[in-house]
């Protein structure tokens, strides 16, 4: 384990949710050794429910005994905790800057995107679908301002947005492949369809996805089964 509290880490996740890979990135990207402990989200252990008794959701980060819960402050305390390359930058001001790209992702981007696998009817997913390539066109300029020509949002190196948003590739994948939308198309966001190549490239990336997109899509192709069956819909990685 790099940097200071060498005693132990475990992250309780599963392994489809964006927010737990976006977890699982960062200490990854810090060289934080830990344990990754799945859960059933439908029947959650003692351990989840007593770590995060608020949200009883995942990712949970477990140092020294102590949790630390939801997937943005997890990857604050990773930077702040552990040696290793920074994810946010020193400037208060670009930290700042970087902690709204942050938010923007996760209120712009995720929440309508979330929408399109849970509606059920076309003209909504339709809808939501919109809303959801109207955040990424705003990205693209996020990007763009982020990085200062530099290769990620970072700049020459991974940074807190883009690991922020590098939990969600598999699901870019897994939208082109389901919903025949590429979300990062290079015409439309260049910079972001750059960005998914060069970041999906990166070894710390293939080692911590490795073969979620194939399995998310088959995941989702059971969960639309179930759904068209008259179960109630779900995203993936929710019970």
């Not at 977890?23 to 830990?34: E, P, R």
């Not at 009883?56 to 990857?75: D, T, Y």
């Not at 400037?91 to 970087?98: F, G, K, S, V």
């Not at 939308?181 to 990166?202: C, I, K, N």
Request: with cysteine; charged share 25%.
């Amino acid at each position: 384990m790099a940097g200071g509290g060498e005693e132990e880490a475990k992250l309780l996740g599963t392994w489809a949710s964006p927010f737990v890979l976006r977890a699982q990135l960062a200490l990854s990207f810090k060289g934080v050794s830990f344990e990754n402990v799945n859960e059933d989200l439908c029947n959650k252990s003692d351990l989840l429910l007593r770590s995060n008794p608020v949200h009883k959701a995942v990712p949970v980060l477990i140092h020294n005994g102590r949790p630390v819960c939801e997937s943005l402050v997890i990857l604050q305390y990773v930077d702040e905790t552990f040696g290793g390359p920074p994810l946010l930058p020193a400037d208060p001001y670009e930290r700042a800057i970087a902690r709204f790209w942050a938010a923007f992702i996760m209120d712009k981007l995720v929440a309508p995107w979330q929408k399109v696998f849970t509606t059920k009817t076309e003209e909504e997913k339709a809808e939501w679908m919109e809303q959801t390539l109207a955040a990424v066109d705003v990205l693209e300029g996020g990007l763009k301002e982020c990085s200062k020509g530099g290769s990620f949002f970072g700049g020459d190196n991974v940074g807190y947005v883009d690991v922020v948003l590098g939990g969600a590739v598999p699901w870019i994948y897994g939208t082109e492949a389901l919903c025949g939308t590429r979300l990062f198309d290079t015409s439309r966001v260049p910079l972001l369809a750059a960005w998914l190549e060069r970041f999906g490239a990166l070894d710390v990336a293939k080692a911590v996805m490795a073969d979620v997109p194939t399995r998310l899509v088959e995941l989702a192709k059971m969960k639309r089964a179930e759904a068209a069956a008259g179960a109630a819909a779900s995203l993936p990685f929710d019970c």
